[in-house]
């Protein structure tokens, strides 16, 4: 069974076709600047050179076609003929409360995610128009939708529900939903695999370090808390993003800096994070480098970022009443060793121990805790397309 996994932002579009008997990826891609002049198709088959292809895209529907057209092509295709490729899987990104699973994707399904896009204006949209093009050029092809938030959904109430007139989380939703969760299930239940021990029977740290960041606290195989809340915005210091702030700064600086809504908005997802503290780069290798050269706003960008994924591991294991397993993961997670090494300085006293040595890893999964440490600390690379193909081929069978 072939599943072509999907994800669709506003003006771009990631896939990768993924062989189910094996777990291969046969083909991979990207779609650039949709509806924007210079559209462009990179498409890639592993071992082989890359095809770039450059032709107007006016919407997903026709990128998704050119997509098709490149998975088939006699040249540069994986494939002989669309009908090897068994079904779709969406990345989506908020299903609110209306689901904590995947789904297969039918026409209440395309509802339920209609009435969502309240909560993610920037995605859910997106999300939904690859689904429509999918749905029009693979009529008998069956999709569904694998959503960022759903595994977050078994937080108790006393976790997502903020401090505020209770009445704005029944009117409007408004409470924490979290996000990266097809990242933090994939990454936890690779761990227990990895360690050969029954997730159900462990207390697991997610610690999602990318661009945009995020951990989870994941008992017994279940989420009960993570740091992303109403929306991505909440928790660590991120790229660009600043997390948690004192709420009371917003109305401060907006009124301050003769800011509006937007204004605001933009500089707390834009303009933030460590890119806002050094004033260098949202990219960490950036400003790992300025912070070389001896720019102290670089070292202070990365000292608070260390601190705050510190802070949330000890809030988490205090919540779960200690942690058996801390895993890193994503970009910074996966690859930076100076990061590890530092967040992991002090949790000595929660039982964790890092290995120096062996914290000497990139990308690959590896224990990097030493072999007395009461926690294991793991490095596992996420892989949330093969979880989307994984809930796809188990829906559909
Ligand atoms: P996202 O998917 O959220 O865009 P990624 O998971 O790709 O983000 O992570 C991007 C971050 O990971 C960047 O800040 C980048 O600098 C960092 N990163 C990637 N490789 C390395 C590395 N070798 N050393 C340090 N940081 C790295």
Redesign the pocket.
């Known amino acids: 069974m072939n599943v072509l996994v999907v994800n669709c932002g506003s003006s771009s579009l990631k896939y990768q076709l993924i062989n189910m008997s094996d777990e291969s990826v046969i083909a991979k891609g990207l779609v650039e600047r949709i509806g924007i002049e210079g559209s462009v198709l990179k498409h890639e088959i592993p071992g082989m050179d890359k095809v770039v292809i450059e032709k107007t895209m006016p919407d997903h529907k026709v990128a998704i076609g050119l997509v098709l057209d490149a998975l088939v092509d006699g040249n540069h295709g994986a494939i002989k003929d669309m009908k090897e490729i068994s079904a779709v899987g969406h990345r989506v990104v908020h299903a609110g409360e209306k689901f904590s699973d995947s789904v297969v994707i039918n026409d209440e399904v395309i509802e339920a995610l209609e009435e969502c896009i309240e909560l993610a204006p920037l995605h859910n949209p997106a999300n939904l128009m690859g689904i429509a093009a999918c749905k029009e050029l693979m009529i008998d092809t069956p999709m569904v939708a694998v959503f960022d938030t759903a595994f977050h959904q078994t937080m108790p109430k006393a976790s997502y529900i903020y401090p505020l007139p209770y009445e704005l989380y029944e009117k409007y939703g408004v409470r924490k939903y979290g996000f990266h969760g097809t990242s933090h299930r994939y990454v936890s239940q690779r761990a227990a695999e990895f360690v050969g021990e029954k997730l159900e029977d462990l207390k697991i740290i997610t610690c ?6 995020s951990l989870a606290a994941i008992k017994d195989g279940k989420c009960i808390d993570t740091s992303m809340g109403f929306t991505p915005l909440e928790g660590l210091v991120m ?1 660009t993003r600043c997390g948690d702030i004192d709420p009371a700064i917003v109305t401060f600086v907006m009124e301050k800096e003769n800011l509006d809504l937007a204004g605001m908005n933009n500089l707390m997802n834009k303009k933030s994070g ?1 890119l806002g503290i050094s004033g260098v780069s ?7 480098d300025a912070a070389k050269e001896g720019n102290e706003r670089a070292t202070l960008a990365i000292e608070a970022f260390n601190h705050r994924v510190k802070k949330y591991i000890g809030s988490y294991a205090a919540e779960m009443g200690g942690a058996d397993v801390i895993i890193f993961t ?10 590890r090494e530092e967040i992991c300085k002090g949790l000595e006293f929660m039982g964790a121990k890092l290995d120096v040595e062996k914290n000497n890893v ?1 990308g690959k999964d590896a224990i990097v805790s030493t072999d007395d440490s009461k926690v294991k600390i793991l490095v596992i690379p ?1 892989n949330e397309e093969l979880m989307i193909a994984k809930d796809t081929q188990a829906l559909l069978k």
């Open positions: 999602h370090l990318g661009n945009g960041a790229g460590v949202s990219d960490f290798r950036d400003i790992e994503a970009g910074l997670g996966e690859n930076s060793i100076s990061n990139r996420t």
